[in-house]
C-alpha cells in the first residue's frame, strides 16, 4: 500500500496491490473487502445498533449520529482492476461487493489493484483523529481489508463494533505524511536512517528532509492486518528484550505520561519471559506500544492504548494487548464466531501474567494462588441475572453489551479455569503449548481447541464443550447429607442440583487434623484428571451423568468427620458454593479484582 496523507483536512489517498491467492478447494466468482470507515457515518449499522440497544458502549452512544460532516469517515473506491481488468463492485455499508472479472481457480492468483481516497472520523472507538488524550491520528481497521474465505465460506460480518477476522499476508506499506510527524506501526521500519525524531536516536546525525513530507516504510510478514498512529508529540524509545524482540514505545511526554513509560520497558521484557515460556514463542521481530486509540486495542506487532493511566493501569493494558499475539494475531480464531477464544483466554493468561509481575515486584499487589478464581466466580454470579447466552451466540447478536462482555473475557477465562480443574494442571499447562504449537497461523475453532485437550488429557471432552459452550445449563453440586452405616463406615450422599455435569473433587477432614481426598470422574470422560494441585489419594467409582445423586462409602465413623468440602480449591464455576461443605456454613468467595 502507498499512503499520501492529507493531515491539514484529515484524509488520506491510498493506493493499494493484493496479490490474492486462493488456497480453497472452490472457484471463487466474488470478493469481498472490510470499509471500516464507513461505519462512522450517521445511520450506519453501528450508529443505529448503539442507538437502540439496552446497554450502548459509553464511548459511542450516539456520537455518531452526531458527526458533521468533516467529521465522518468514509472510503471512498476510485477504481478496481483484477490482472488489469475492471471488475464491478459496490459499497454496501462496511463491506465493498465485488464481481470478478475472471474466477480464481483453486491454487491460482489474482492481482486486485485498487485506488481509493478516505476520511478519518472524529476518534469515536478504535480508530479515528484526535483522540481524548490528544493524539492526531489512531489509524487502526483503516484500509480496504480483503475478507477471509474459509471452510465455512466468506466472512464478511459488517462492522457493528465487535472484533475482526483477516488474511494472513505480507504487508509493504508505505506512508508519506507531514515530516514533522513520528510513526509507530505493525511491522519493522525499512528506511530509519532517512526518519527523524526518536527512530534517530542511535543514528547520531540529523536525517536529510526534503520538502514538506517524509514517506515512512514498513514490512510485515505473515500478519493478517496492520495498524499504525501518528502524532508530532511522540517520544519514542525502545530496547531489545531477552529474546531478541525489539520492543517499542511512543507516547506524547507529561505529567501523566513520562514516568511510568519509562518504567514500561522494563515490565514488558519481563513479562515477555513468562509469555513465551508459558504460552508459546513470540514468533515476530518486533512489537511496539502506541499511545492512542479510545481505551485499549490489539493489532499484529502493536497495539493502540490510552497511556495516561497509573502504574498498574498502563501494565496491564499493555500485558492484555500484548497478550492478544498469541490467541489472536497467531492463531487467529474468528472473533465474530468465538470471540471467547480470544478475549477470553487473553484474559485469563493476562491474568497469570500480572500475578507474575507481582511476584517479580514490578507492579504491587497480592499474589494469588489462582489469579482466575475471580472470573470463575464474576461468571457464576451472573449466570443468577438471567442475563446469560451462551457462548456460541455472534459476537453482534448478543443482546446487550453486559452479556457478550461477560461471556468473551469472563467465561471465556472460566473456560480455561474449568478444563484445569477437570483434566489437571500439568496435563493442562502442557496443552496449552501444544494448542499454540499446532494451530498457530491456522485459525482454530473450538473444536480444534478442545481435541488438544483431549489429546493431552487421555480424556473424553465433547460433552464439556457441548455444555459449556452451546447451552446456559449451571453447575450446582451439593453435599447432601452423611449417614452411619456402622461403626467404622460412613455414607457420604453427594447430588447434582444442576443440569451441567461435572467431575468432582472431594475433600473430608477428620478431627485429628487430617484429611483424605477422592476424585469422582464422570462416566463419559473415560479417565480420570492427571498431576494437580489437588493431589488426591484415592480415584472413586464414575458418576454416571443421568444419576440425580451419588453415594460414597468410607472407612471412617460418622463422628470423626468434621466437614465434606466439594472443590476445595473453588475452579469449578458452581453457583451455589453454600451446599459444597457439610455441615452446611457459607464458603468465602473470591473476590475479582
Known amino acids: 500500500m502507498d499512503i499520501e496523507v492529507d493531515s491539514e483536512n484529515n484524509q488520506y489517498a491510498g493506493h493499494q496491490y493484493v496479490q490474492y491467492y486462493n488456497n480453497s478447494p472452490d472457484t471463487l466468482n466474488r470478493i469481498f473487502y472490510h470499509l471500516y470507515f464507513n461505519a462512522f457515518q450517521p445511520n450506519s449499522m453501528m450508529d443505529t445498533r448503539s442507538r437502540t440497544i439496552a446497554d450502548p458502549d459509553g464511548r459511542v452512544l450516539d456520537r455518531i449520529q452526531n458527526l ?55 476518534q469515536v472507538r478504535r480508530s479515528g483523529r484526535d483522540n481524548k488524550e490528544g493524539i492526531r491520528l489512531s489509524m487502526s481497521q483503516w484500509y480496504p481489508k480483503v475478507c477471509e ?172 494487548e500484548l497478550m492478544h499475539s498469541w490467541y489472536q494475531m497467531i492463531l487467529g480464531t474468528n472473533e465474530a464466531l468465538y470471540p471467547w477464544m480470544d478475549e477470553g483466554f487473553t484474559s485469563y493468561a493476562s491474568a497469570e501474567t500480572m500475578n507474575y509481575l507481582k511476584k517479580k515486584g514490578k507492579i504491587p499487589g497480592e499474589l494469588r494462588d489462582n489469579p482466575t478464581l475471580g472470573a470463575v466466580r464474576s ?33 471465556g477465562s472460566a473456560t480455561l479455569a474449568q478444563l484445569q480443574y477437570i483434566i489437571g494442571k500439568k496435563d493442562f499447562q502442557s496443552a496449552l503449548l501444544r494448542y499454540y504449537d499446532t494451530w498457530k497461523f491456522k485459525h482454530p475453532n473450538t473444536n480444534d481447541f478442545i481435541r488438544i485437550m483431549e489429546k493431552e488429557s487421555n480424556l473424553e471432552l465433547d460433552w464439556f464443550k457441548e455444555y459449556w459452550v452451546n447451552t446456559t445449563h449451571q453447575i450446582d453440586y451439593a453435599v447432601d ?4 452405616r456402622s461403626a467404622k463406615t460412613t455414607e457420604i450422599v453427594l447430588s447434582r442440583q444442576g443440569v451441567f455435569p461435572m467431575p468432582i473433587d472431594l475433600t473430608i477432614n477428620y478431627k485429628d487434623g487430617s ?52 472443590d476445595e480449591s473453588k475452579r469449578m464455576a458452581d453457583v451455589n458454593l453454600d451446599n459444597n461443605i457439610y455441615p452446611r456454613q457459607v464458603m468465602e468467595e473470591e473476590q475479582p479484582e
Open 379 to 411: 461468571y457464576a454470579n451472573f449466570t443468577q441475572t438471567g442475563m446469560e447466552e451462551p457462548l456460541s451466540t455472534h459476537a453482534d447478536h448478543y443482546m446487550t453489551n453486559r452479556a457478550y462482555g461477560l461471556a468473551s473475557y469472563v467465561k
Open 149 to 320: 474465505y474459509d471452510y465455512q465460506g466468506w466472512h464478511t460480518n459488517p462492522y457493528v463494533g465487535r472484533e475482526f477476522h483477516g488474511v494472513w499476508g505480507d504487508f509493504d506499506v508505505k506512508i508519506t505524511i507531514d515530516k514533522d510527524y513520528i510513526i509507530g506501526a505493525t511491522g519493522v521500519l525499512q528506511n530509519a536512517e532517512n526518519i527523524g525524531y526518536g527512530y534517530q536516536k542511535n543514528v547520531g546525525k540529523e536525517p536529510k528532509k526534503k520538502g514538506k513530507s517524509l514517506t515512512w516504510h514498513f514490512l510485515a510478514e505473515n500478519v493478517h492486518d496492520f495498524v499504525w498512529a501518528a502524532d508530532p508529540d511522540y517520544t519514542h524509545t525502545k530496547i531489545t528484550a531477552h529474546d531478541g524482540t525489539v520492543l517499542h514505545f511512543l507516547f506524547q511526554p507529561g505529567e501523566d505520561t513520562s514516568e511510568n513509560w519509562a518504567q514500561l520497558p522494563d515490565a514488558m521484557d519481563e513479562a515477555l519471559k513468562w509469555i513465551n515460556k508459558n504460552y508459546g514463542k513470540y514468533p515476530y521481530p518486533v512489537y511496539s506500544f502506541i499511545q492512542g486509540g479510545d481505551g485499549g486495542m490489539e493489532y499484529p506487532m502493536a497495539t493502540l492504548i490510552t497511556g495516561k493511566r497509573k502504574w498498574s493501569s498502563l501494565v496491564g493494558v499493555s500485558i492484555h
Open 68 to 122: 458533521k460532516e468533516n467529521e465522518i469517515g468514509f472510503h471512498k473506491i476510485l477504481s478496481l482492476t483484477q490482472n488489469g481488468k475492471k471488475t464491478n463492485y459496490e459499497v454496501v455499508g462496511t463491506i465493498l461487493e465485488v464481481d470478478l472479472a475472471e474466477p480464481i481457480l483453486p491454487g491460482e492468483s489474482a492481482l486486485m489493484d485498487m485506488r481509493y481516497v478516505s476520511q478519518v472520523p472524529l
Open 515 to 566: 484429611s483424605s481426598k477422592h476424585n469422582i470422574a464422570l462416566r463419559m470422560m473415560r479417565g480420570n484428571k492427571g498431576s494437580d494441585s489437588f493431589t488426591y489419594e484415592k480415584i472413586e467409582e464414575d458418576w454416571p451423568w443421568t444419576h440425580p445423586t451419588y453415594s460414597l462409602t468410607i472407612d471412617s465413623p460418622i463422628g470423626n468427620i468434621t466437614s465434606v468440602i466439594i
Open 481 to 484: 447429607t452423611l449417614i452411619n
